[in-house]
């Protein structure tokens, strides 16, 4: 069996019904159809950067690699830390997709799988104003302000209720996993 150390799990103890709980069950719903046993430790970390908002590939891929370390730290008798980060991206011609990286981090070698999950455009005004809070604030803030919406899953109001970010995550950890675990070396 897999021991795995969940990053920013914090929110389970506040809310029954909690986002992350919700991406990561999902994912070891389908974990469960494969020969893959794990055991998860949600573990509290706090942001691993020093911006509320990513902005570009770098800055998130850092912010999930530094959730995971810091999980593997947390929780040293786990196989591993699964840190995920969500960020901006500039694509050009004015698309800014959201999207999160995941980074599982296997603890006996450092060794980290990185996947992505799929991007939904933010629009642009809420990147301005991202921006103009030099990254203090998140987007899903500022569209929460505008639309009403709830500010962690912003990506159901975007997409007029057909997606769901802890499914969009749950997908993204799930390939995290799927990678690690089927690869063919």
Known sequence: ????A??????????A??????????????????SIELQVTPVDVSD?????????????RLGAQGRARLATILRPEDD????????IMFAGGGFWPDLAFVALMRKSDGHTIYTTSLGIPCPPEDVVR????????TA????????GCASVDWQHHATGGL???????????????????HNCK
């Open 1 to 4: 069996m897999k021991k795995i």
């Open 6 to 15: 969940l990053h920013g799990m914090s929110e389970i103890k506040q809310h």
């Open 17 to 34: 019904a909690s986002r992350a709980a919700l991406r990561f069950s999902a994912s070891m719903i389908r974990l469960r159809s494969t």
């Open 48 to 60: 691993a950067l020093p911006v509320k908002q990513p902005i570009g590939l770098d800055e998130t």
């Open 80 to 87: 591993y830390g699964l840190g995920v980060e969500n960020g």
């Open 130 to 137: 991202v921006i103009g809070h030099q990254q203090q604030r």
């Open 140 to 147: 899903g803030s500022f569209i929460a302000a505008r639309t």
């Open 163 to 181: 997606l769901e970010r802890e499914g969009i995550l749950a997908d993204a950890i799930y390939a995290a996993f799927a990678i690690e675990f």
